[in-house]
């Protein structure tokens, strides 16, 4: 309880320092708020709101400002109108409806049209009563004024009198101050310059959104005037437009020279008094298919399929190679459909309940396929390649092999083969996992560090994804139904002369090629295999084949070595010091690193 009156303390302290605003933003904020007792917290907000509430009536119980805070809320109604419009329209339409060309253009809740009250207008506006100006002298006489055009059209400009400026451009009003002054006196420099502008009431009716009397800024065109409207209604044209001034035509608007063909006149401004009547739409024709803007237009008497085609941006690339379009016409006795060839469109005038299908070719993307082929060939690089190009085909485009090419050593790696082979890896390693767990009974000293070791194998794995294929086969035309696929990497390696020995030799060395040894000979050159060594040996040829023989057929003398070749002693993992495991589990561990390194030996 204390606590509470200490907060209210403090509240009703507050509350004599800091004025209502300060308290607003800069104590009372939400954190602060949030950290008192709820009945406090209620009380303090259900004050801010009534001093919020309070300022609102203020606002529009001004008698100065009466008539914008007018123009204000109705132009906040018809934002929130417009906004629940526009969502209505996304929630709701159908994906395969086509819209009312125009339809979105003034579908905005910003004022985009709306000129900014400063004096940055062309040198064409025209002037009325209301405009302000900066007026500036300087020479024999200094002076600085700001001047309003008063109610009969006039400026008064001081010491020299009035002069009639209402109706006149802007550069015509500069010209004709200081022509004014030049008559009043020498040596004296006059300047006008816009202030700001004048309001403007204009009446918007017809087919428009919310048709009224509209106050606006003074140089505001025909596109604000239909903004703030709403823009135009389902019923509305865009094409008829019409802005009249005391009783007679100014000028009749086609908003489509504006939106297909960016034709706009910014010159002709709305004064006071001024009418903009929206006529009702003439007909509405759907245009769909290859065009660059599916969506239905509002054709005029007269106007042909050329026109049409023409609002909806021409053709689009999917019309290619067709020569007609497709005109649907409905009436009173019948409803056909027509084929009409291009160089007939402007004979076509388009009727009510028409319907337009501009053909086109309904392709899927096509993914652009890319091979790397690097080595021994003449124009080594990335290429492109076709649906079905074979590696012979391809061979032949980079200029063909080089001299010194061995083909037999040659390989490809495959995105697809690398994923097995990941797969594979994967699978092989759970299987191992669940036989020691299955067989964990039987061993005498389960270690965690065989699951370690295990683990660190598959990490230590690099899957290249090497497909094994003969390439002297498909070379030579021989292996027809093997072709390229996106992402592969081919490699023509030189001839090395070399065989490679890895794995738990005495000695792993590199030895040069010698065609009369065998496979005793150049295990002996490298010291022979170590006691740890597991009792079966793998052969791995340059084309990527691989091959496991037990030590008794070390000496056989039908095992093949050629350049290149890859011969490798898998260490067994049971006699690795410091991993105790039984005699059980050993077999399959030593499978798997045959398995894997294997694999891991097939690179470029």
Known sequence: MKKFFVILSIFIFSSEIFPQ?????????????????????????GQNQLNEEEELEKL?????????????????????????????????????ALPRFGESFF?????????????????????????????????????????????????????????????????????LVQSFVDSKSIGVNAFLSLKSIRDVQVLITGGVENPGIYTLSGGSNILGALNVSGGISSSGSFRNIELRRGGKLIKAYDLYDIFVYGNFDEKITLRSGDTLFVHPSSSQIPISGAVSYQAIYEIRQSETLKDLVE???????????????????????????????????????LKPR??????????????????????????????????????????????????????????????????????????????????????????????????????????????????????????????KNFTLEDGDRIVIPSMQRVVYLFGDFRNPSNLSYDPSLKVSDYIKLVGGVKDSAFDELVVIDPDGKANVYKKSFFRASDIEIYPGSIIYAPRNIGKLTGVQYASSISPILSSLAISLASLNSISD
């Open 21 to 45: 605003g300060a308290l607003d933003q800069s104590f009372l904020n939400q954190e602060f708020l949030e950290g008192l007792p709820p009945a406090i917290r209620d009380q303090i907000e």
């Open 60 to 96: 529009f119980r001004s008698e100065t400002t009466l008539e914008k805070n007018k123009v204000l809320l109705r132009k906040m109604e018809e934002q929130l109108s417009n906004l629940k419009k526009s969502m209505d329209l996304d929630l709701g339409k159908n994906d395969q």
């Open 107 to 175: 579908r905005t809740l910003q004022s985009s049209f709306m000129p900014i009250n400063i004096g940055n207008l062309g040198s064409s506006y025209i002037i009325d009563v209301g405009d302000s100006f900066n007026f500036f002298m300087t020479g024999k006489v200094e002076l600085n004024e700001v001047l309003i055009v008063e109610r009969d059209g006039s400026l008064m400009i001081p010491t020299y009198g009035k002069i009639y400026v209402a109706g006149l451009s802007l550069m015509k009003a500069e010209e």
């Open 311 to 349: 609002f909806a941006g021409g053709f689009s690339e999917g019309f290619s190679d067709f020569d007609f379009l497709q005109l649907q016409r409905v009436t009173n006795s019948m409803n056909f459909i027509k084929d009409i060839k291009l160089d007939s469109l402007d004979k076509y005038t």
């Open 354 to 479: 028409d319907s337009v299908f501009v053909p086109m070719f309904q392709s899927e993307d096509r993914q652009i396929k890319v091979v790397n082929l690097s080595g021994m060939v003449n124009r080594p690089g990335e290429y492109f390649i076709d649906e079905g190009e074979t590696l012979k085909e391809l061979i032949d485009r980079a200029g063909g092999l080089k001299h010194n090419a061995y083909v037999y050593g040659a390989a490809l790696f495959r995105k697809k083969a690398q994923k097995q082979e990941q797969l594979f890896a994967q699978l092989n390693y759970s299987d191992s996992v669940n036989f020691i767990i299955s067989n964990a009974g039987k061993a005498n000293n389960l270690s965690k560090s065989i699951i370690d070791l295990l683990s660190e194998e598959l990490r230590s794995r690099n899957l290249p994804g090497r497909v094994i294929l003969d390439f002297n086969e498909a070379l030579s035309g021989r292996i």
